[in-house]
């Protein structure tokens, strides 16, 4: 069986003491660090609209918010000897690998959605899972709530570039403390049947309410972060309910 692998998101730290309070979910059991690199740049797809017969303009960001890049992962490296998981919410993730690598993260997750949608996205795909493993770091590949997951099939069948893990987001990307997607887990489930070997994370909402069903449908690596930072309650009792439910 898959080992539970539970990963406090340091976005809901207090990120004026990150150190201490990586440190501190580690002592309480915690297995990664899980690090939430979000980037709201704007980016322009031009789409040609057969109705009006016209191109249009649409103007998107990857996710609403801007939190940390790999200056803060260095710092961190310093700190804490723990497994850094890099959740890069960003639109082009390979130009970002060397500089996480060289900062001292261990692993890094990509979104799909920033690859595999540009020309020759399958390729793209491919190089960017091929660059991060050749750097010497864990793989990760993540889809979005509105993203389904025949996607990462042809990268799960290859044998060629291996990955470590697939995210399946149980909220849309951007901010901590929203609620689980409960409608994520037929997704966790097609890739559990699919792939029994496969390690399988969730990121979003998950709390001592929604781990059995994310557990349930397959799941082994949780990220987890306002339930776990809450105030008043002990995070060494919430991650050792993770595990225990995820081995169950
Ligand atoms: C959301 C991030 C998550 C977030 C989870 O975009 O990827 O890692 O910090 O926070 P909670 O556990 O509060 O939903
Ligand atoms: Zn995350």
Redesign the pocket.
Known sequence: TLKPIICP????SDFAFLARDANHMLDCGADWL?M?V?FKQLSVTITYTPIYLSFCLFFSHF?P?LTIGAPVIKSLRKHTKGHLDC?L?VTNPETLIDDFKNAGADGITFHIEATANRAGGVDITADVIKKIKAAGMQCGISIKPKTPVDVLFPFLDDSVNIVDFILI??????????S?MQDMMPKVSTLRQRYPNLNIQV?????PNTIGTAAQAGANIV???????KPGQDPKDTIQLFKDTINK
Request: net charge negative; no cysteine; proline share 3%.
């Open positions: 998101s340091l976005l809901s899980h939430d979000m996710v918010n959740h919410m987001m149980t909220v849309e990307p951007g901010f901590g403390g929203q689980f990121d979003g909402g998950i709390d990220v987890a972060g306002s339930s776990l930072f």
